[in-house]
């Protein structure tokens, strides 16, 4: 006897997004308050919702980042389905997470009522799975910064090439030889120089570069 449809109607389905911002060396998550008792009382999470009946995963996202992060029009990428029976401790919810990525002027003047920017280094215990979330979300940054052009989404749209390797050093955590990943990232024609240097430098001003294409390129091995 075949089950009746209703028997698989067992699971919610929710969006929960993974916004990174890069400030002042240091890559950001973007983090609100989960107040859930008895399970999660005052403790940070990524910004989160279920998908309606009229929603696609991808619109359910776009929507939460708008209406509890206060952003639009920012990379964003599918992350992971993250479905442990027992990652909701109300309810049955399988979660599809995406990875979002601002520029730094958002970060240095963020301001929502319900959202902030931390340090990813201060996020420790966060609620449901998002310690999971946020390990796959840095590992699938990580690749990718070694054979595509997303960092471009982490920069101002001109920046200098050490604030180029920086994004590359702090987020791979090591270290690049400053001449050698020069010659590397001019040689893959990823970045073309702008004919504008630093403002309010004074000695020796650096030249200021963007990327030559404003979508995500995969490329030959970066670093």
Do not use: W
């Not at 970060?107 to 999971?132: G, R, S």
């Amino acid at each position: 006897m075949k089950s009746a449809p209703e028997h698989f109607r067992f699971a919610a389905l929710a969006t929960d997004v993974i916004v990174f911002g890069f400030l002042d060396g240091e890559l950001h998550g973007l983090v609100s308050t989960v107040d859930r008792p008895p399970h999660y009382v005052d403790i940070q999470g990524f910004l989160g919702g279920m998908v309606t009946e009229t929603e696609t995963a991808r619109e359910a996202c776009v929507r939460v980042l708008h209406e509890k992060g206060g952003l639009t029009d920012v990379y964003l990428e599918q992350l992971y389905t993250f479905s442990d029976v027992e990652r909701d401790k109300r309810n049955r919810v399988v979660s599809v997470a995406y990875l979002c990525l601002v520029r730094p002027d958002t970060v240095a003047t963020y301001d929502h009522p319900d959202a902030l920017f931390v340090p990813v280094k201060k996020l420790k215990q966060l609620a449901y799975d998002h310690n999971e979330m946020l390990s796959v979300a840095k590992a699938r940054l990580q690749g990718k910064l070694s054979y595509t052009n997303i960092a471009q989404y982490l920069l101002p749209r001109h920046f200098t090439l050490s604030e180029l390797q920086e994004v590359y050093e702090i987020i791979l955590k090591k270290e690049f030889d400053k001449r050698n990943f020069r010659k590397k990232i001019l040689a893959l024609n990823i970045v073309t120089d702008t004919g504008l240097v630093q403002d309010g430098v004074k000695n020796r001003p650096a030249a200021l570069y963007k990327f030559a294409s404003q979508k995500l390129q995969e490329l030959e091995l970066v670093v």
